[in-house]
């Protein structure tokens, strides 16, 4: 006899195809969220905006600057033979001597062509009026090529506190001339280290001017604010 009977195990259920169609869609960000980043990223280019065109500013500035505005080394100046102006801020004079044959006393006179002030002011081609209280060195070298059997050959330097005070003498040196001297020369030389005020005035006297040496480099007076 034949067993008719079949059996059949069931399968498993076939889970449904996607369709090409259909798309996996992600939330869109919110409105406000957009606009904070936005304004982030915006920021963030003004930022490097700002800073590129300071730093260019910055080069360009440097590039320009004149060499009397970069810093220099303390206490350091240099000379200009026929100029007023020096690199350095501090009060100076260097006076070159003008040429007098006058048999009398009195004041050196400056050649102002040639000599250098800074910070300091000249009163009749004698005296040197202070600008910048504070302690000077005043120095002076006088130059002599004749003597006088009767006057001593010296150098004094006077200072008056104005234009209407009577002078008086700060710095005074003498020289001798030996009359078997072939050279017939000699130099007063003097230095010292001066306080003076705004208004102070000073100047260089002799008891005869036509016993100077006259000669470039002989004969100079110079101050300098330390």
Known sequence: MINTYQTSVAAPPVPPRLSRSQQVLFPAPSQGHSKSLLRFLAGVVMLHLFLSVGGFIYLKQNDTMHPSQLPSDKGKFAYRSSGKQE???????????RQQTAHKSGYLQWDMDHSVLKSVRYYHNMWLTIEQPGDYYVYSRVTF?????????????????????????????????????????????????????KGNQLSVWLPDLSLVNYEEGATTFGIFRL
């Open 87 to 97: 690199t350095s801020n501090r009060a100076l004079a260097r006076m070159v001597v």
């Open 145 to 197: 090529s004749k003597g006088d059997p009767k006057l001593p050959l010296v150098s004094m330097v006077k200072l008056r506190e104005s234009e209407k005070i009577e002078e008086k003498i700060v710095m005074q040196a003498y020289c001798n001339l030996d009359s078997s001297s072939v050279s017939q020369l000699c130099t007063a030389t003097q230095g010292e280290l001066l306080t003076l005020e």
